[in-house]
């Protein structure tokens, strides 16, 4: 089976478990316990703080561990604004993973504004409309620093420029870009930040938000105010480890793991574009994720195509795994102005470390077949 739904999920390295054995083994006392096996299971959490920052150029204190991205966003997005005393008005793009596009449509019950920006055909953020919405009362501006979907990375230096010249804070969903782009959180000019372990290498069910000390933070958890009062909850000593050395690990394989992966996609891209005439690329033809080919088969249904294709020992997705069990088109794909129709036959094959140029040949020779059969169903 070729595996190509690393934007999905990406198998943990065995360098990632061999880190998080010793907490689910002999390390397993609770964090915030006083006594010596208590501290001992903190001095692993401390650690795996610390490596953390080392990558994004923080202090270990702005990281804040969390159940996943998903928990990451909702605590950023209500987080940030419920602390926030001025504005009540929130601005996010409508291609937003929803645990942020739905968190703030979500706050518009609570009584505040929230603008939602649209995108180019790329998939790239309009600045233009951005800068007309955000004035010095916006209380948070997220915007994703790579789609899900369609792979399109945003402009997040101009969108910070702009944030900065109102004194507005910026979030950024990094969920799909860490682990393939520099994290460092001054470079990209944001206030807070969400990774998930678990499409970096690390494990399901875990993961982190950045937030800049000077940035005020309501919890969205309440309870025993672990994580300095945060994000209560005890938290899961091993998967923060296992998260913390995923993120280092591939912070560190990028500058060969990038351009292997581009490599690979961009001869998938340019062969499906030459033996499919049905195949349109989404997404930004270069400003993408390095392992990321997003196409519409035209006049093909998108289902059919990867039911075709897992027959032919190759799985990937139609574009979101949250959405992998919807016949709506794409919020993600409409808002970039492509019609329902075509929207409804999204494939995405998304590239990771294990992929090779033998899985991309491989693909290269069924596809054709697979769109062949699903256009005659
Ligand atoms: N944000 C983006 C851009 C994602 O792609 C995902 C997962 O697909 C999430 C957030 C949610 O992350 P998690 O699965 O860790 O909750």
């Not at 019950?109 to 233009?128: E, H, I, K, Q, S």
Request: hydrophobic share 45%; with cysteine.
């Amino acid at each position: 089976m070729i595996y190509l739904d690393h934007a999905a999920t990406t198998p943990p390295t065995r360098e990632v478990l061999e880190a998080a054995w010793p907490y689910l083994t002999q390390v397993t006392g609770n964090p915030s316990s006083a006594h010596e096996v208590g501290r001992a299971a903190k001095a692993g959490l401390d650690a795996a703080r610390e490596m953390i920052a080392g990558v994004l150029g923080c202090r270990p204190g702005e990281v804040v561990f969390t159940s996943g991205g998903t928990e990451a966003d909702n605590l950023a997005v209500t987080g940030i604004v419920t602390a926030t005393p001025r504005g009540r008005h929130v601005v996010t793009t409508a291609v937003e993973h929803p645990a942020v596009l739905e968190t703030a449509l979500a706050l518009r019950g609570r009584g505040f504004r929230v603008d939602v920006v649209g995108v180019d055909a790329t998939g790239t953020v309009d600045l233009d409309e951005l800068a007309s919405v955000v004035t010095d009362d916006t209380t948070l501006v997220s915007v994703m620093a790579a789609n899900n979907e369609v792979g399109t990375l945003q402009p997040l230096a101009q969108v910070s420029a702009i944030c900065r010249a109102h004194g507005v804070p910026l979030h950024s969903d990094a969920v799909q870009a860490a682990g393939h782009l520099a994290l460092d959180v001054d470079a990209l000019g944001v206030d807070a930040l969400s990774v998930s372990g678990h499409k970096l290498g690390g494990l399901r069910g875990a993961g982190f938000l950045h937030v800049r000390g000077a940035v005020a933070l309501d919890p969205v958890l309440h309870g025993g105010g672990q994580e300095r009062g945060r994000r209560s909850g005890t938290v899961d000593v091993a998967s923060a480890v296992a998260t913390a050395v995923a993120l280092q690990r591939a912070d560190a394989a990028r500058a060969v793991e990038t351009p292997r992966l581009r490599a690979l996609r961009d001869e998938l891209v340019a062969g499906v574009l030459e033996t499919v005439p049905a195949a349109v690329l989404t997404g930004h033809p270069t400003r993408r994720l390095p392992g990321h080919a997003s196409f519409c088969f035209r006049g093909v249904g998108g289902e059919t195509v990867l039911a075709e294709l897992e027959q032919l020992g190759v799985v990937c997705s139609s574009g979101s795994a949250c959405a992998a069990d919807s016949d709506d088109a794409s919020a993600v794909l409409l808002a970039l102005g492509i019609d329902a129709d075509l929207a409804r036959t999204a494939v995405r094959f998304t590239l990771g470390a294990s992929t090779t140029a033998a899985d991309v040949a491989e693909v290269l020779r069924v596809l054709p077949a697979a769109v062949g059969a699903a256009a005659s169903v």
